[in-house]
């Protein structure tokens, strides 16, 4: 049973447009929710993160949006850049759990 | 600045054999982890340790057994390898667990496993 879900496994954009990553959970019980970025041949590297309390998180050319009552959410990236060609993957924990559950992924891929 | 080091990169292994996979960090984090990603699959978590001497399940542990003797390192063994275990391993480290906005779990580059 998939806990965290990303329903696109790949998306493709132009540059300088807006990149939107989608992602759904069903556990009611997560409160912490982050973003990760790959890279081919590399391991994940943390992007950006949302608490449960709130509902946008900005850093820099990314933004995190969380509806909990719809159990979503999305990165955005504005502008969107040739160098953000990469895997994105959302993952999810409850409070007080070592354990983050990942979805399965986006590949972006962002034309020049 | 190393960060998260995995050891091997790349393994091929025959059915039966065995084998430890070798994660070090340098960062004196508390938690270890290890994942496996699988095409179409999300990462998967094998086996974490909370501290120097503990180890504890995750939601795939069948077939590995692991072990964090020190701090600084985390070893996954393969006691008798299986074709199923063919995969990526990705070790992470954290200072802490749950949700703290700067405590994100730290990956190393992986170690590609193909077991024939």
């Known amino acids: 049973d998939q806990q965290v879900k990303q329903n696109s496994p790949s998306l493709s954009v132009q540059e300088g447009r807006i990149s939107i990553l989608n992602c759904d959970y069903t556990n009611s019980m997560f409160d912490y929710f982050l973003w990760y970025k790959k890279y081919p041949a590399e391991g994940p590297t943390f992007l950006i993160s949302i608490s449960s309390i709130k509902d946008k998180n900005e850093d820099g050319r990314f933004t995190v949006f969380l509806n909990k009552s719809a159990k979503h959410l999305s990165l955005h990236i504005v502008p969107s850049q040739p160098g953000d060609s990469a895997v994105y993957s959302c993952?999810?924990?409850?409070?007080?759990?070592?354990?983050?559950?990942f979805g399965k992924g986006t590949k972006l891929t962002v034309n020049p | 600045n190393a960060g998260v080091t995995q050891t091997p990169k790349f393994r091929v292994l025959k059915t039966g054999q065995s084998m430890t996979l070798l994660c070090a960090q340098d960062m004196n984090h508390e938690y270890m982890y290890w994942y496996r990603q699988d095409p179409g699959m999300g990462l998967r978590l094998i086996h974490y340790?909370?501290?120097?001497?503990?180890?504890a399940k995750g939601e795939v542990p069948d077939g590995y057994n692991v072990s964090r003797l020190k701090k600084q390192n985390f070893l996954l063994g393969l006691e008798s390898a299986a074709p199923s275990q063919t995969s990526v391993y990705f070790c992470?480290?954290?200072?802490?667990?749950?949700?703290?906005?700067?405590?994100?779990?730290?990956f190393g580059d992986g170690t590609r496993l193909s077991i024939l």
């Open positions: 993952a999810a924990i409850k409070g007080g759990s070592e354990k983050l559950v």
């Open positions: 340790s909370v501290g120097e001497g503990t180890t």
């Open positions: 992470a480290s954290s200072y802490i667990a749950g949700p703290y906005s700067n405590q994100p779990q730290h």
